[in-house]
């Protein structure tokens, strides 16, 4: 059975970092597509940050390009974000995401993932 659990969100002010964790297990994770979407009150849920497997190419909303960053560490089956420069517009609950193979041009695509986390929320103050 696949399980994804995030771990890291809490309570930022602006101009703040925080460190999203999300560790896989019950898959072959070194060939997972592992994403991350965040979905804020009343919008819907978006990709925020994805990276292929085996380290290769990463992909990022516009809104977040420069600020976040997505790393894997397979010898531990987990994904982090690192969120720099947080602003209040990024407060949402983030939710980890995987999936044995996606089309590159659909990594934003929620439903291209068959295995979610439970979410972790992240506020940023203004």
């Known amino acids: 059975q696949v399980q994804l659990v995030e771990s890291g969100g809490g309570s930022v002010p602006a101009g703040g970092s925080l460190r999203l964790s999300c560790v896989a297990s019950?898959?072959?994770?070194?060939?997972?597509?592992m994403t991350w979407f965040r979905q804020a009150p009343g919008k819907e849920r978006e990709g925020v940050a994805a990276?292929?497997?085996?380290?290769?190419?990463?992909y990022y909303a516009a809104s977040v390009k420069g600020r976040f960053t997505i790393s894997r560490d397979n010898a531990l089956n987990t994904v982090y974000l690192q969120m720099d420069s947080l602003t209040p517009e990024d407060t949402a609950m983030y939710y980890c995401?995987?999936?044995?193979?996606?089309?590159?041009?659909?990594?934003?695509?929620?439903?291209?993932?068959?295995?979610w986390g439970q979410g972790t929320q992240v506020t940023v103050s203004s």
């Open positions: 995401a995987a999936d044995a193979w996606v089309a590159p041009s659909r990594w934003a695509d929620v439903s291209a993932y068959m295995y």
């Open positions: 990276m292929l497997p085996r380290g290769g190419q990463s």
């Open positions: 019950g898959m072959t994770y070194d060939n997972a597509y």
